[in-house]
Nanobody
Framework: VQLQASGGGLVQAGGSLRLSCAAS????????IGWFRQAPGKEREGVSC????????YYADSVKGRFTISRDNAKTTVTLQMNSLKPEDTGVYYC????????????????WGQGTLVTVSS
């Protein structure tokens, strides 16, 4: 099983980044995919997720209206488009695979990618 997160980098406040999560080694259609982030000294927190069943999406209040998640089942990839970035969006972003349990709780995720660092300067 592999979840390869990519697309992070350094961007100024107000800028955009596009993160990708490429999945392999499991049946992608059976899993919701979520993005979590972890800032230095803080716990990992949920950012957004997308269900495999109906494509429904969820966003943390802090990113609503700025981030958009999408999935391409044919390419087994999930993308997180991040616009109007703020310094508080800084952190390591991880994608994880969830078989459909409590998507907001990271303990229900079966696998995680290695993370990609997003740094937003003020």
């Amino acid at each position: 099983v592999q979840l390869q997160a990519s697309g992070g980098g350094l961007v100024q406040a107000g800028g955009s980044l596009r993160l990708s999560c490429a999945a392999s080694g499991f049946n992608f259609d059976d899993y919701a995919i979520g993005w979590f982030r972890q800032a230095p000294g803080k716990e990992r927190e949920g950012v957004s997720c997308i269900r495999n069943t109906d494509g429904s999406t969820y966003y943390a209040d802090s990113v609503k209206g700025r981030f958009t998640i999408s999935r391409d089942n044919a390419k087994t990839t999930v993308t997180l488009q991040m616009n109007s970035l703020k310094p508080e969006d800084t952190g390591v972003y991880y994608c994880g695979a969830n078989p459909g349990k409590n998507l907001a709780d990271r303990i229900w995720y079966d696998w995680w990618g290695q993370g990609t660092l997003v740094t937003v300067s003020s």
